[in-house]
């Protein structure tokens, strides 16, 4: 196992630094020091001006100071240059530790939760908001360096140099910070209306382009735009009132902090303290050289500050992705004594949906013996789905236990729980590399004929042979050679190639590509034969044969039996197969006056 | 540069004599930053005279108030766009983009993912226009304040404006040389961002494949790959990007550092008096902020850059051509005539010569496999898209020739998936004729076996569907949207797998509804299964963007071709069963 990069889960952008924090402080360090060098090689000029103006210069101590202040440019130079590769390599390092820690902590959070989220918003955690972090860490921190560094040496400076100038100096920045608490008085409140606002219009642009398609088919868009229109409108009032508010001070305060208004502040203070004998020219000069820079230091971070927000949010997200709670795994893992499944009193319901009604399933006890079929039926959202997931450990149950061959699910390691259940959903996975090496996902050290027997028994090996390259093909990514009927009979290979005693299926698969249902169902029937086989099922008919039929509804197991005793039964199952034969028998008709009945195509 | 100026002029839009007359106010400020700048010449040959001439000192710094005042005037007026007009051009720039969105054909608002749109009308406007005024002013700033103190100096002296000259232009080359290393590198870094990510999404969808294996995490060794090859094109960008940068940064300092050695040598020869180096030297200094912030901004450039490009692009995407005097429908027939189309960016016809008739109040069902044209045909009665040969005409009118207002309020359209507004439910069904009553609204939410689900509902007809959520199934979300069309009540019906996606229990109430929908209209409909269109007037077997059969049900049967395969496997399909 490589070590984990973090102790405990990062809270925010500063925790989630922890694992490069050495380079950083460098970084910052670095940072510290071209600005100190920087502000080092101006305190070069008063002397060498203190020289040119005596009565005899001598050249010699003007070359030593300007030698000094070229050293210290050079220094600032390279200690600017190393700041910025040392922070920008740390957070390319970085970004490749949480990529890995993310991949690494997807791999024990319960399979659900990378289910539920699906692969788009973990490819936003993982590339999206990783990349965010990157302006902050690696733009950012030198500059935090350089912003500290300089105000701070700058005034010590100063002060050294004349303690009155100084002061006329430093009156520009409280009276800016004065203007600047002026702009952001009830800064929190106008946020929040500006954030609410911003929110607002964000979800009013996804739902006017999103369902632009749609509105489009009733007229050209007119309604809609009336509603982005009107909410346009608020949020570029709110806007208008913030900005109304604060734009006074927030003007004044940007133009204080230009440099000439403290030139003109210094050298009217200092023109008139020569007038009084008590300053000289090069103390003047050292001024006029380093007080615009004090005001210009804060410039660079409040620009980057947007960006900081973003890295933020960022840093939140993969926070909040590591402290995702793992899938406990046994100190003493156990192994299965048979391909039987049994659930007994299982109720579960998501975490964060706890709200009583909104429990998935409710006490549902169920024997599967090995070898057997036995099909999960209900209405959409009867918690058919759920409780297939539940068996290869997608989620915990909440209370009540389910046991393969005798032994709980939480007593078995990850791998051994995934190789003793395939699951074949409609959504199929298939790696950008070659069909074989696809197929070997299922068990890698399986021999090019096993590979090829799989793919036969799949009905795959015809029209994978008929690829450019045969099994050498690679995959299109997201399939774009391979239709969907194809790429199903490659995971199905994969499947049977795997040979797990007990599969589930989504019987939707079988459908999933209408020209070539037969195919797919012949695969099928080649993986599921002397399995343990749990289908969820849609199309009534397809189970008839099932050893045991699971009717759920609403979370609740209300009826089980096999296909003639629940219709004899009278019940839910009687009903839903009654709702069936009349949906098989549709028939559209356009004219009112036909009201011929419908008859049955089956027949 | 010219680029960049005449697209913020196009983004400005109405905005355009605001954002003129702020950068017009940017330069003027900028100049007589520079002039003032500049009154260090005369100020400190005042200070450096001995005796000390402050009366002459105390004039100078009277002026330098007085253009100090004038400056940060005009600058205040400058920053009425940063402040006060910038919200307004955001929100012009957005409802320009809304409007486009209605007026372009379908096909060019499929084309694009509805995030991209997304990004560039809310994410891309924000960054513009933040950004518009500030970066603007900065660039002005650099450019104009340093070319007003080298004039300045050439007065003073023009050995040391020679030295300016050829010193802080090469700003300009290193500058280019960063951006043009930055782009070369971007190409690539997207190329290995672009690899990681499908990488990730491999290993995302693969996890319960990959836990089985134990191929997960470090040992996921396609992932780790793809990372390290990420790492190491940043790496490499790096080194290209920074040294040109932090050059720039210190071009500043290396060139006082000159103009200090250059100025002393001259001093000492007598060539140059002492407070004009001195001057120059505080002159000098100024233009270290300007130029550092420049490097800083880097990054926003690029926002800004990319951000214009985009909505340039959405801006650029040309409407659906209107015609000057619409025609109006009064016949509900449809006829497609020798259609051929093709979509954007693609090479092969999607439909090719296609033609047929639906007569007005008839069923005209399409079949055929995947990808031979069944929905491109229902997506181009809508006029989806113009076609690039014959025409598809409604009564006798092509289609190009009517408002296409028009057109779509004479047409409903029955999907599979449905879209509902953040509205109320009542609001929901009643975008289809904003004009009609409650009751009329409730009438057809019954006629479309709505009332039962929406009873349940904690406000009924009230609700809004964003405080449900997800609650409603597919098949009450179905049901609302054909509620919709009802209330519409358009001649034409198009209905395109509608029940696909249902659950058997839904399905039943869903293929109600319908059968209320389409009485008495022109009905078109796209149907996997083929015993619900067996009653069809006319079936249209489409193989490859041609009609390859045509005829009734009991026609195509007798032909035993193509339809009859679809026939008969469709039986056996049905009769699967899980055991054999």
Redesign the interface.
């Known amino acids: 196992m490589t070590q984990s990069a973090f102790t405990k889960p990062p809270t925010g952008i500063w925790s989630i630094m922890a694992p490069i924090k050495g380079r950083i402080a460098g970084a910052i360090a670095l940072g510290a020091l071209s600005a100190a060098t920087s502000v080092g090689s101006l305190l070069a000029i008063p002397p060498i001006a203190a020289q040119l103006l005596s009565e005899s210069p001598d050249a010699g101590v003007i070359w030593r100071w300007l030698g000094l202040a070229v050293v210290l440019v050079a220094i600032a130079f390279t200690s600017r240059l190393a700041a910025f590769s040392v922070s920008h390599l740390a957070a390319f390092k970085l970004e490749v530790i949480l990529r890995t820690a993310m991949a690494e902590h997807l791999a024990k959070v319960p399979l659900g939760y990378v289910v539920t989220h699906g692969s788009g918003a973990i490819k936003k955690w993982m590339q999206d908001d990783v990349q965010s972090l990157h302006a902050f860490v690696a733009d950012t921190t030198p500059l935090i360096g350089q912003a500290y560094t300089i105000p701070a040496l700058s005034l010590v400076v100063m002060l050294a140099t004349d303690w009155r100038l100084a002061i006329a100096t430093l009156g520009i920045v409280p009276l800016g910070m004065i203007l600047i608490q002026l702009a952001m008085h009830d800064y929190a409140e106008q946020r929040d209306a500006y954030d609410r606002a911003n929110e607002e219009i964000n979800g009013i642009i996804i739902e006017f382009v999103q369902g632009m398609q749609v509105v489009r088919t009733f007229d050209d868009g007119s309604s809609s735009f009336a509603r982005f229109q009107k909410s346009l409108d608020r949020f570029t009032q709110t806007l208008r009132d913030w900005n109304a508010k604060s734009q006074m001070a927030g003007r004044l305060a940007t133009l204080l902090f230009e440099p000439l208004p403290t030139l003109l502040a210094i050298a009217a203070v200092g023109t008139w303290l020569m007038g009084q004998g008590t300053l000289t020219l090069p103390r003047l000069l050292v001024f006029l050289l380093l007080a615009p820079r004090l005001c210009g230091a804060f410039k660079p971070i409040l620009t980057l500050s947007h960006l900081l927000n973003q890295s933020k949010a960022g840093a939140l997200r993969i926070g909040s992705v590591l402290a995702e709670p793992v899938l406990p795994q046994p100190k003493q893992p156990e192994h299965p004594q048979d391909a039987s499944v049994t659930l007994s009193h299982v109720t579960f319901f998501y975490s964060g949906l706890s709200d009583g009604d909104r429990t998935a399933l409710q006490d549902v006890s169920l024997t599967i013996p090995a070898g057997t079929v036995t099909a999960l039926v209900g209405a959409s959202g009867a918690g058919k789905t759920t409780l297939a997931r539940l068996i290869p450990r997608f989620w915990d149950v909440t209370e009540g236990a389910i046991a393969i061959g005798g032994v709980d699910v939480r007593q078995m390691t990850s791998e051994t729980l995934m190789s003793w259940v395939s699951f074949v959903f409609q959504d199929t996975f298939l790696l950008h590399d070659t069909i074989r090496d696809n197929i070997k996902l299922g068990r890698p050290d399986a021999t090019d004929q096993e590979v090829e027997a799989a793919a036969r028994a799949a009905q795959a090996h015809d029209f994978i042979l008929a690829l450019p390259n045969g099994y050498d093909t690679i995959a299109g990514e997201r399939g774009s050679r391979l239709s969907g009927g194809q790429r199903q009979r490659i995971t199905i290979a994969r499947a049977i190639l795997q040979d797990n005693p007990i599969v589930v299926l989504d019987e939707a698969t079988a459908f999933a590509d209408p020209e070539n249902a037969a195919l797919i169902q012949e695969a099928i029937a080649a993986l599921t034969r002397h399995k343990t086989l749990i289908v969820i099922a849609h199309r009534l008919p397809s189970i008839m044969n099932a050893d045991q039929i699971a009717v759920l509804d609403r979370g609740r197991l209300v009826e089980r039996g096999n296909h003639d005793e629940l219709v004899a039964m009278g019940g839910v199952y009687s009903r839903l197969w009654a709702r069936h034969q009349e949906a098989q028998n549709w028939e559209l008709r356009g004219r009112a006056s036909t009201t011929v009945p419908l008859r049955n195509t089956h027949a | 540069m010219l680029k960049t100026y005449r697209r913020m002029m196009v983004v400005a839009g109405s905005y355009k004599p605001q954002l003129q007359k702020a950068l017009a106010l940017s330069i003027i400020a900028s100049i007589l930053?520079g002039i003032?700048f500049a009154l260090f010449f005369p100020?400190?040959s005042a200070?450096?005279a001995s005796p000390?001439n402050?009366q002459q000192?105390?004039q100078l710094?009277g002026l330098?108030?007085c253009l100090?005042f004038v400056?940060?005037l005009i600058?205040?007026q400058e920053?009425d766009f940063s402040?006060?007009t910038s919200?307004?051009v955001?929100?012009e720039t957005?409802?320009r983009l809304?409007?486009k969105?209605?007026?372009i054909p379908?096909q060019a608002?499929?084309q694009r993912r509805?995030g991209d749109?997304?990004v560039v009308?809310?994410g891309n406007v924000s960054e513009l226009v933040?950004w518009i005024g500030s970066l603007a002013t900065l660039v002005i700033q650099t450019a104009v304040v340093p070319s007003v103190a080298v004039l300045v100096t050439l007065l003073i002296d023009w050995r040391l404006a020679v030295a300016l000259l050829i010193f802080f232009p090469l700003a300009v080359p290193i500058y280019r040389q960063m951006r043009s290393r930055v782009k070369t590198n971007l190409r690539k870094s997207v190329n290995a961002?672009a690899d990681?990510?499908?990488?990730?999404?491999?290993?995302?969808?693969?996890?319960?494949?990959?836990?089985?294996?134990?191929q997960?995490?470090?040992r996921?060794q396609?992932?780790?790959t793809a990372?390290?090859c990420?790492?190491t094109v940043?790496?490499q960008g790096?080194r290209l990007v920074?040294?040109p940068?932090?050059?720039m940064?210190?071009l500043v300092?290396?060139g006082i550092?000159i103009i200090?050695?250059m100025g002393?040598l001259f001093?000492?020869q007598g060539t140059l008096s002492?407070p004009a180096?001195?001057a120059l030297?505080?002159i000098a200094?100024?233009f270290?902020?300007p130029i550092?912030?420049l490097v800083?901004?880097t990054?926003?450039f690029d926002l800004m850059e990319v951000g214009l490009e985009r909505i340039e692009a959405v801006m650029n995407i040309p409407a659906l051509p209107v015609p000057p005097v619409p025609t109006a429908l009064t016949r509900f027939d449809i006829h497609f005539d020798q259609v051929y189309f093709r979509y954007d960016s693609h090479t092969q016809w999607a439909l090719q010569d296609v033609s047929f008739q639906a007569p007005a109040?008839?069923?005209t069902?399409l079949v055929g496999?995947?990808g031979s044209g069944k929905t491109t045909i229902s997506r181009l009665i809508?006029r989806y898209a113009d076609v690039q040969a014959g025409a598809i005409r409604i009564g006798d009118v092509n289609i190009q020739e009517v408002d296409?207002?028009h057109l779509?309020?004479s047409?409903?359209?029955v999907?599979q998936d449905?879209?509902l507004?953040?509205?109320t439910i009542l609001n929901n069904i009643r975008?289809?004729k904003?004009d009609a009553t409650d009751g009329e609204v409730e009438a057809v939410a019954r006629a479309a076996n709505c009332y039962d689900f929406i009873a349940r509902l904690p406000e009924g007809y009230a609700t809004r569907i964003g405080d449900i959520g997800g609650t409603l199934?597919?098949g009450e979300r179905q049901r609302l949207s054909i509620a919709?069309a009802m209330l519409?009540n358009a001649p034409i019906v198009l209905?395109d797998e509608p029940?696909s996606a249902l659950?058997?229990?839904?399905?039943?109430a869903v293929?109600d509804a319908?059968?209320q929908l389409?009485?008495?209209?022109?009905?078109i409909?796209i149907?996997?299964?083929l015993?619900?269109?067996?009653?069809?007037?006319s079936i249209l077997v489409l193989e490859d963007g041609n009609i390859t059969e045509q005829g009734s049900h009991r026609e195509l049967l007798a032909n035993r071709g193509r339809y009859t395969a679809m026939w008969e496997?469709q039986?056996?399909?049905?009769?699967?069963?899980?055991?054999?």
């Open positions: 930053q003032i100020l400190l200070l450096v000390v402050f000192a105390w710094l330098f108030g100090v400056e940060g600058r205040w920053l402040w006060l919200t307004d955001a929100h957005r409802l809304g409007e969105l209605r007026h379908l608002l499929n509805s749109l997304n009308m809310s933040m961002d990681a990510a499908s990488r990730v999404v491999e290993y995302a969808q693969g996890l319960p494949v990959l836990r089985a294996n134990n997960v995490g470090a996921s396609r992932l780790q990372l390290e990420q790492r940043q790496r790096q920074s040294l940068l932090i050059t940064s210190t300092e290396v550092l200090i050695a002393a001093v000492v002492v180096l001195l030297i505080v200094m100024r270290t902020e550092a912030q800083g901004l990054s926003v109040r008839s069923l069902a496999p995947s809508g296409p207002a779509m309020r047409i409903s359209v999907f449905v879209y507004f953040d509205d975008m289809a904003p199934s597919g919709r519409k209905l029940t659950d058997t229990e839904s399905e039943v293929q319908i059968n389409v009485v008495d209209k022109t009905v409909v149907a996997h299964r015993s619900t269109i067996a009653a069809a007037d496997a039986q056996q399909a049905q009769e699967w069963r899980v055991v054999a």
